[in-house]
């Protein structure tokens, strides 16, 4: 039976890579190192070993993974290409478990895996499996995880409370699953725990399914006084304005394309099946929701 024990996570200093850095540490089942960019200025917790390597160098890269059984890429989206060096370096090094940067949007969905703002995850995703069906050593995870739940809302993307203007998709009542940042954490561990039961598949996680409607509705008990002028929106219409946009060379659109992945319909947004009790990912109540709304709104 392999027992994943040596984890690199790289890019563990951004939005998602922080808290699964920290959930894979905090599980005190793995012996962690960080893989961080030469030159970068992230910084990390001072138990962790950091080694600075250079991206576009499989040899350096494969000297850094040496004796790592699991590699967890938590990069953001300018470093989405540079994994397929990461990957070869790991085969190269004897790693047995890849995880590519995903925690979004289900992929297995077609309609979702055409939409041009996954298009990178997709290739990297092709890439490891011709990789692994010619005979590459390693196995891999996909972790799929909707939208963050709490940074979500504090960040005003699933419900832009700010200006209490928030953009509701298809009449809000959309059902979406979402996930926290401590949630993908534990998913992860949950990952590296069970070789097996994970290996060379997609898994799905969820800490809730909820509607626009359902957290408007709780924002407005938590701010009774703030005044709120919900803007209607058909992901119909932002998927049309996307690709004419992005015809035109205006990539700002990207971002409408996840609001369609998420709350389109046949987008895959709210999961058929979850791998929560096998990743130890007990879920989140509306209390939890409400507590996250009163950070932000009062
Ligand atoms: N589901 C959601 O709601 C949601 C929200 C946000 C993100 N995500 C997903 O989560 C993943 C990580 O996104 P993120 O926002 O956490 O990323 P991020 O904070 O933008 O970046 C993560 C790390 O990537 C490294 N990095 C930056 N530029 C790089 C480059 N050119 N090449 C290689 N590495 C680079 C940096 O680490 P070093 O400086 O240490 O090298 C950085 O701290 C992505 O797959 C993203 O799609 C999902």
């Not at 090094?93 to 298009?119: H, I, Q, T, W």
């Not at 409370?161 to 699953?177: A, L, M, N, T």
């Not at 409607?213 to 407005?220: F, M, T």
């Amino acid at each position: 039976m392999v027992l994943i024990k040596n984890v690199a996570v790289v890019g563990a200093s951004g939005h998602v890579g922080a808290p699964i850095l920290k959930a894979i540490v905090d599980s005190e089942k793995f012996n962690v190192v960080v893989i961080s960019r030469i030159g970068s200025k992230a910084t990390f917790p001072s138990s962790v070993k950091v080694i600075h390597v250079d991206y576009t160098s499989v040899e350096s890269l494969t000297n850094a993974l040496q004796g790592q059984d699991a590699v967890v890429s938590t990069v953001g989206h300018e470093g989405f290409v540079g994994q397929s060096v990461l990957f070869d370096a790991a085969v190269a090094a004897g790693v047995k478990r890849f995880l590519p940067s995903e925690f979004g949007s289900d992929l297995n969905n077609a309609k979702s895996a055409s939409l041009p703002v996954f298009g990178s995850k997709v290739t990297v995703r092709k890439n490891i499996e011709e990789k692994v069906k010619a005979g590459a050593d390693i196995t891999y995870t996909y972790v799929v995880t909707g939208g963050f739940l709490d940074w979500g809302i504090e960040v005003g993307f699933l419900l832009g409370w700010q200006e209490g203007k928030p953009r509701i998709y298809d009449g809000g009542d959309v059902p979406f699953s979402t996930t926290t940042l401590a949630s993908v954490g534990q998913a992860t561990v949950g990952v590296l725990s069970h070789y097996e039961k994970t290996k060379n598949r997609q898994v799905c996680v969820n800490d809730t399914v909820t509607t626009q409607n359902q957290l408007l509705a709780i924002a407005k008990k938590v701010a009774p006084e703030k005044e709120w002028a919900p803007v209607p929106v058909k992901t119909s219409d932002l998927y049309e304005n996307a690709n004419a946009g992005l015809a035109k060379g205006d990539y700002s659109v990207m971002m409408d394309y996840i609001f369609v992945a998420i709350f389109g319909d046949g987008y895959g947004g709210k999961f058929e099946h979850v791998d929560n009790e096998l990743l130890g990912v007990p879920g989140k109540t509306e209390a939890d929701i409400e507590a996250v709304f009163k950070k932000v709104l009062t």
